[in-house]
């Protein structure tokens, strides 16, 4: 069983950089699906961008150009780097790790931009 734990997230102002970070307690080399969502009270929670076992990523339209996915496998670590930041980037922040047999969620992690 895999653990995940978000940290990274904070205050931050408009157009400033946070990067998230996602790490697993055993390895995520098997997972053919990684994600990170942000979900704000009252709304449904949003699959922000994602990235598969052979590399592919996907950005929800209102990130591309700004975040980025990435993984380590030797760290077992991924990662979400987040330029340019918005208040309407304002939310949790969660992880989620998806394999065959498993389906994985962090805790989440706050981030708030705002000046």
């Known amino acids: 069983q895999v653990q995940l734990v978000e940290s990274g997230g904070g205050l931050v102002q408009p157009g400033g950089s946070l990067r998230l970070s996602c790490a697993a307690s055993?390895?995520?080399?098997?997972?053919?699906?990684m994600g990170w969502y942000r979900q704000t009270p009252g709304k449904q929670r949003e699959l922000v961008a994602s990235?598969?076992?052979?590399?592919?990523?996907n950005y929800v339209d209102s990130v591309k150009g700004r975040f980025t996915i990435s993984r380590d496998n030797v760290k077992n670590m991924m990662y979400l780097q987040m330029n340019s930041l918005k208040p309407e980037d304002t939310a949790v922040y969660y992880c989620r790790v998806v394999g065959a047999s498993y389906n994985y969620w962090g805790q989440g992690t706050q981030v708030t931009v705002s000046s």
């Open positions: 990235l598969n076992s052979g590399g592919s990523t």
């Open positions: 055993g390895s995520i080399f098997s997972s053919y699906f």
